[in-house]
């Protein structure tokens, strides 16, 4: 593209698939540099200044969220698509509310990894396409079983999945025990459940509880 000259930056673990994604890469004119890196401290000791970074996530001794968050607080301007064979919906979210600017699997092409650089250059959140209907479905999901909680029952749900007990959460929602504790059988009974291990990891697998990213529902 015209007055578009890209430097890029590829992370992965597997330096043979980056060097090899890179090669690809050149053929495409807007691009004007790549490096490449196998691991989140080579990148983070380089101190180069990049426009975009393709990153894998799931890398030994810190994680591509982990990277994202430290790319985040430098304020460094670099944009992160991240390139991944972690597919769920969960996953892909929770990314995107880290701040990522792309995602998309590694079983895309070229081409649409192409189009997803120049669409995040430009100010765009790519998500790829074989990910859109993942979403969808999930957000459908999702809005039934939310649909389904009253506002008190998600609040319920939302202690409970963080580790507090039955009477820390009544404490924390200013409720009896007894209150709470016909709360938590409701929820486990519209969900069909029986026990809290099995509805923390129903609410996870769902998207109802991420941990940590303090935006659950």
Partial sequence: MENVHLQIALLDDHQLLSQSLANLLYR??????????????????AGQDYEILISDIMMPKMNGIDLLLKIKKLNTGIKVIFLSSVMEAQTIRFALRSGANGYISKDTSVEELADAILAVHNGDVYIGESLRNILLR?????????????PREREVLNLVCSGKTIKETAYD?????????TYYKTILKKFNL????????????????????????
């Fill in 28 to 45: 495409f004119d807007f691009i004007k540099d790549i490096a490449v890196y196998n691991s989140p401290k080579t990148f983070l000791a």
């Fill in 138 to 150: 999930n957000t459908l999901t999702e809005e039934r079983l939310v649909f389904n909680l009253s």
């Fill in 173 to 181: 929602m200013e409720l009896s025990v007894h209150t709470v504790q």
């Fill in 194 to 217: 029986n026990r809290t291990a099995d509805l923390i990891v129903f609410a996870m697998k769902n998207g109802l509880y991420i941990p940590g990213d303090g935006i659950n529902r």
